[in-house]
């Protein structure tokens, strides 16, 4: 089946310093990739959808260039929180949508765990 | 655009019983409803889905029933299981070649307890 990788799994880091978290599509291509932030205890809060090779739709009150999305490829979306704040410090799991009979099925990432101190 | 609303939040059932998560739905143009199970700190797994053109569709001890006219769906769980223990969230979205996102519900929380 679809394997979505994603990585870090989990990353520390200072306040005002960027983090990039890696999502890549290992045995389909993804033309869509989407982003999704989790909170402790609550659901997944879409923050937008990433196309190959166009620029990502946002959703309503997330920043893009705190958020900064880049889909360079078929296989590959990052997501640079730019500048993070204790407040980013969240659960940000990626997920992506195949090409096909596959189209309509979301295979998640496993998710990055961002603590900002 | 689409709002998903789940209910209930939690829900605690004993090992054998079945347990039942509905969720409703605004967008009528909305044809694709997934259901996805999230273990803590793990990644949300697709446990079943249906499309608007089925009214039921069942795998085993989990099914899915939708009613399109009161754009509301439902999981059913049978005969539970300690494993079975995890949130539970419902989803909408409108299946296209063009990609559109899911629309996710806030999620129940099933503790089946032995």
């Known amino acids: 089946g679809a394997v979505v990788s994603q990585h870090p799994s989990w990353v520390i880091c200072k306040s005002g310093t960027s983090v990039k978290i890696e999502c890549r599509s290992l045995d389909f291509q993804a033309t869509t990739m989407f982003w999704y932030r989790q909170f402790p205890k609550q659901s997944l809060m879409l923050m937008a959808t990433s196309n190959e090779g166009s620029k990502a739709t946002y959703e309503q009150g997330v920043e893009k260039d705190k958020f900064l999305i880049n889909h360079a490829s078929l296989t590959l979306s990052t997501l640079t929180v730019t500048s993070a704040h204790p407040e980013d410090s969240s659960f940000y799991i990626c997920s992506a949508r195949g090409q096909g009979s596959g189209a309509n099925v979301l295979t998640f990432g496993a998710g990055s765990r961002l603590t900002v101190l | 655009g689409e709002n998903v609303e789940q209910h209930p939040s939690t829900l605690s059932v004993q090992e054998g019983d079945s347990a039942v998560i509905k969720c409703t739905y605004s967008d009528s143009a909305s044809n694709y409803f997934p259901w996805y199970k999230q273990e803590l700190g793990k990644r949300p797994q697709l446990i079943i889905d249906?499309?608007?053109?089925?009214g039921e569709k069942k795998d085993q001890r989990i099914a899915v029933t939708l009613n399109k006219t009161a754009k509301h769906f439902s999981l059913h769980i049978t005969e539970t299981q300690p494993e079975d223990s995890a949130v539970y969230f419902c989803a909408a979205s409108i299946s296209s070649n063009s990609g559109y996102a899911l629309n996710f519900g806030k999620g129940t929380s099933l503790l089946v307890t032995p």
């Open positions: 249906i499309r608007s053109n089925v």
